[in-house]
């Protein structure tokens, strides 16, 4: 249920403050990332009082590694994005030009990248040019419509009881923030934490989508926000972000690293799973560290990949997950990073197609790696500092 402020203004603003500050949350429509940031050194450094614009305009020879990439194999991506951003007038002409490149070249691509688009360059609010990116995947979970001794793990739908509050038409600045919470009587409190849905008084009894085996294999997925169920008899159906619970993302990752559990240079997620492995009596207490809890929805059999936040299909190794205050969705940003885990340059032209709850400011992103195991392996080992430009079309003066 989603309500607007004008049918909840009764509330005194004290309320709404109450309110904002228990159950504000991103409205990001999926917590993507691999649950492990912040880990230094290669987080971003910290901002001192200098602001600047997140962005500058340069010149192609700027790009680094622009030359490296071979930009015909985001196209079909950038098509995609198109379909919404064809309906904005600073971006009909470069949709529609698009539209004509199906086939072309490399050369032809790239030209019509340069001839058509202005590259700028984002920035930390201290001026800084680098900063962290990460990846994610759709993971494959063993799973069930029924529950059962070897399911028994629910996945759940968004529940009935679960309100949506905009505030949107009285404070536009909150136009990518929406309150989450449910009704206690006539008072609007925050909603169920993780604990507390996974608690043996089951408030979402009743809510169940599939039942999984593995709880540490859910949490993953709550993280990715798309997956692949897997059935006994082999048939599969995958699941997307429906809703999230309004209670802000907390790295399970960083509290290993707090507990002196892991080290920096171990933190992973194979080797979170791996310690959950070899400490089943510790799992639930490290994955409530997190009360952030996200709900689903079943995709049609034909979906053979996830939708991301723009709307169209993400598209391995070429979509990106960012932050919406920064970076519009269906901008292409290019990416001057490394091969996870390596110092193996890794220079490539994405489209920012998807958000995520860990995605947070102008120089992050979050690269989509595809589904199953091998692209589960990249997603857990990113963790790269990464320069990124994004590219406007060109007598563009504003953001799309």
Known sequence: MTFSFAKVRLMSL??????????????????SGVDLEPVEPIAPKPATEVSVSPLAPVSWADVEGWLDDDPSLVLEAFQRSCRSLRWREEWQVVCARATELSGMS??????YFEDNFVPHQMRQPNGETEGLLTGYY?????????????????????PEDLLTIDL????????????????????VIPYWDREQINSEGQPLAGQELFW???????????????????????SSVMVNYADQNGHRYHSVGQYLLDQGIMQPHEMSMQNIRAWARRNPDQVD???????????????????????????????????LAVDPRYIPLGTPVFLNTYWPGTDQPLNRLMVAQDTGGAIKGPVRGDFFWGMGDQAGHQAGRMKQAVRMWILLPKGSEQLP
């Open 14 to 31: 004290a309320g709404w403050l109450i309110l904002i500050g228990l159950i504000a949350s991103c409205a990001e429509p999926k917590p």
């Open 138 to 158: 759709v993971p494959d979970l063993r799973g069930s419509r029924n529950p059962s001794p070897a399911y028994p793990y629910a996945l759940y739908k968004r």
């Open 212 to 234: 999984v085996s593995d709880p540490v294999e859910l949490f993953f997925l709550h993280v990715q926000g798309s997956g692949r169920i897997i059935f006994d008899d082999g």
């Open 106 to 111: 490399e050369a032809a691509i790239r030209a």
């Open 285 to 319: 207490t490290l994955l409530n560290q997190n009360p952030s809890y996200v709900f689903f929805r079943e995709l049609a059999q034909d979906v053979t990949s996830p939708p991301g936040a723009q709307g169209v299909a993400l598209t391995p190794g070429r979509s």
């Open 168 to 187: 949107s038409e009285i404070y536009p600045d909150l136009n990518h923030y929406r309150l989450r919470g449910r009704l206690d009587g006539n008072k």
